[in-house]
Structures are given as structure tokens and as C-alpha cells.
T-cell receptor, first 114, second 114 residues
Framework: KAGVTQTPRYLIKTRGQQVTLSCSPI?????VSWYQQTPGQGLQFLFE???????NKGNFPGRFSGRQFSNSRSEMNVSTLELGDSALYLC?????????????FGEGSRLTVL | GDSVTQMEGPVTLSEEAFLTINCTYT??????LFWYVQYPGEGLQLLLK?????DKGSNKGFEATYRKETTSFHLEKGSVQVSDSAVYFC?????????????FGTGTRLQVTL
């Protein structure tokens, strides 16, 4: 069974540009969450999607957005990139929609903003 | 808001030593508690979880007990192996116990030597 797949794995952008990251969840998983991991702030929740609807959102500015498609694949977009957006962006999928279900994480997309 | 505090790393132990990684939390409601592990070059994996007070989660020789009175969820293992070298993250769910939105600690790096 394939795990969570994130693309691209590495990318470099410059300030002011925008970026789109993609996540393919485990087959059958309909919940997809996104996290930002930085050395200073650790892992921070960005948002969660289920059945193409955003269910939860973390404390990030509106430059961070996401969406989910009918096949459960998800994308997140960051516009007007800032140096502080350099981070590892992790996607996680889950089979259950409530309760203490297990999150399955991808290996992440490492974004460097110059 | 909710928060998780983990002991600072890195923790360096000899093989077969006893491991404790401290984790305390601040939360409202009835969160579930988790330990996730990140091996080098891999995504986060669920190690164990506990969904209510006094529950003990266990897996691969690791244990942690949900202590509501001390708001703690310390990770322990009686005899560590070199293969346990990784970064360990304590996390809590939202107030309803839903695991899709997790608050993580900063992570504790464990290095086990022969």
C-alpha cells in the first residue's frame, strides 16, 4: 500500500513568488492535514481538509491556502513568499474523520525562500 | 491556548540504558495524547497514543501513561537500542479528541550509542 506522497520534495523560490505543493493521501483516506515544520517554531498545524471542505485552520496568514480535490488529493499554496516561509511542509492523511485516529505523514516538501 | 512542552535534547544514551523523555501539556476539554517518532530521512510515524486519563499507550517496548493530575505523558523504554535513535514528538489533539489537528512539542532528539 503506497504511503502519503508529497511533491516536489525540494524547491527553491525567491521572495514575492508563490508556490504550490501537492499531496496524495493513502488510498481510501479522505482527511488530509498540512503542517509547517521549522527549527524555531517546530511543527505547526496549517489546515485540514475532508471531502473537499476545510474543517480546521491554524493561525497562519491568508497567504497560506489549500484545497482538496474529489479524489482526496490536496494542494497547498503560499503566495507572496517571505524568507520566514522557508520550512519543511508536511502532509498527513487519516482514515477516520473524528477521534484519536492515526495520522500518516509524508516525507515533506522542503521549501527554501531566498 | 493548548501547548506541549518537551524536555530539551539531544539525549544521548548507551545501548540498553533506560529512557525517559518528559512531556507536559496544557489543554482544555478532553484531548488525546500521542507520541510520534521521526527516523532520519523519514516522515513522522505514530509510536503510541492514549485517549483518556490513566490510559497507558505502548508499542515496540515504549510506554507512556496519560496523567491528568500532573498533565503529563512521559515516554519510557526500559532498554534502548541503536535503532531507536530518532526525534520523538509529543502531541495532543484538540479538545474533542480529534487527531487531525495536533499540537506538537518541539521534539527531542535521541542518540543511542554502542
Amino acid at each position: 500500500k503506497a504511503g502519503v506522497t508529497q511533491t516536489p520534495r525540494y524547491l527553491i523560490k525567491t521572495r514575492g513568488q508563490q508556490v504550490t505543493l501537492s499531496c496524495s493521501p493513502i488510498s481510501g483516506h479522505r482527511s488530509v492535514s498540512w503542517y509547517q515544520q521549522t527549527p524555531g517554531q517546530g511543527l505547526q498545524f496549517l489546515f485540514e481538509y475532508f471531502s473537499e471542505t476545510q474543517r480546521n485552520k491554524g493561525n497562519f496568514p491568508g497567504r497560506f491556502s489549500g484545497r482538496q480535490f474529489s479524489n482526496s488529493r490536496s494542494e497547498m499554496n503560499v503566495s507572496t513568499l517571505e524568507l520566514g516561509d522557508s520550512a519543511l511542509y508536511l502532509c498527513a492523511s487519516s482514515l477516520v474523520v473524528s477521534g484519536a485516529g492515526e495520522l500518516f505523514f509524508g516525507e515533506g516538501s522542503r521549501l527554501t525562500v531566498l | 491556548g493548548d501547548s506541549v512542552t518537551q524536555m530539551e535534547g539531544p539525549v544521548t544514551l548507551s545501548e540498553e540504558a533506560f529512557l525517559t523523555i518528559n512531556c507536559t501539556y496544557t489543554a482544555t476539554g478532553y484531548p488525546s495524547l500521542f507520541w510520534y517518532v521521526q527516523y532520519p530521512g523519514e516522515g513522522l510515524q505514530l509510536l503510541l497514543k492514549a485517549t483518556k486519563a490513566d490510559d497507558k499507550g505502548s508499542n515496540k517496548g515504549f510506554e507512556a501513561t496519560y496523567r491528568k493530575e500532573t498533565t503529563s505523558f512521559h515516554l519510557e523504554k526500559g532498554s534502548v537500542q541503536v535503532s531507536d535513535s530518532a526525534v520523538y514528538f509529543c502531541a495532543l489533539s484538540d479538545r474533542y479528541g480529534t487527531a487531525s489537528k495536533l499540537t506538537f512539542g518541539t521534539g527531542t532528539r535521541l542518540q543511542v550509542t554502542l
